[in-house]
Antibody
């Protein structure tokens, strides 16, 4: 069964840094395009950024509110996705999801979400 | 930055057809995807690539896209379909992924 498990969320002060991890299992991680999505309390889904597979160029894209502050990386040898968050702001407070969307060899959807890890930025 | 726009709320009676729209300038050339999210749970994909239904999603869920608007249709909506629904797509450059603001579907 495909699974994503996030970790690393905690309470951090404004201006601080935090690194989130997402451990993948049950699917071929090194060919998956991986994303981070966040959801502030009571608000909608907000895409944070995406990293393509190395075989597809490994391109990394970010949403405007986090560009220059957040860095996405992956370790395919450990089936793990990372989100390094620097210069955190109160508006970064959210539940952070790890997510992969693609299609299978039979053209069905491949869609996996983690359970989320909560990041609270507050003094 | 790119945006896709959804109505904040849609309300139907049980058994009626619910339609939720998503508008965006890149939709003529980029696919729309639809997610259902119930309170306290991770989103669930209900439609991908405009009109395809993932395995396990009931047939009452369908999708379509024409011009700059994509539509999620729930034919014969049931009380258990009451959820938040999000449209997801990408800009014309392929670099900016966006979710719509979400539509709260009420079935009562």
């Amino acid at each position: 069964e495909e699974q994503l498990v996030e970790s690393g969320g905690t309470l951090v002060k404004p201006g601080g840094s935090l690194r989130l991890s997402c451990a993948a299992s049950g699917f071929t991680f090194n060919t998956a395009w991986m994303s981070w999505v966040r959801q502030a309390p009571g608000k909608g889904l907000e895409w944070v950024g995406r990293i393509k597979s190395k075989s597809d160029g490994g391109t990394i894209d970010y949403a405007a509110p986090v560009k220059g502050r957040f860095t996405i990386s992956r370790d395919d040898s450990k089936n793990t996705l990372f989100l390094q968050m620097n210069s955190l702001k109160t508006e970064d407070t959210a539940l952070y999801y790890c997510w992969s969307l693609g299609t299978t060899a039979t053209d069905d959807a491949f869609d996996v979400w983690g359970q989320g890890t909560m990041v609270t930025v507050s003094s | 930055s790119y945006e896709v726009t959804q109505p904040p709320s849609v309300s139907v009676s049980p058994g009626q057809t619910a339609r939720i729209t998503c508008s965006g300038d890149a939709l003529p050339e980029k696919y729309a995807f639809w997610y259902q999210q119930k309170s306290g749970q991770a989103p669930v994909l209900v439609i991908y690539e405009d009109n395809k239904r993932p395995s396990g999603i009931p047939e009452r869920f369908s999708g379509s896209s024409s011009g700059t608007m994509a539509t999620l249709t729930i034919s014969g909506a049931q009380v258990e379909d009451e959820s938040d629904y999000y449209c997801y797509s990408i800009d014309s450059s392929g670099h900016e992924v966006v979710f719509g603001g979400g539509t709260k579907l009420t079935v009562l």
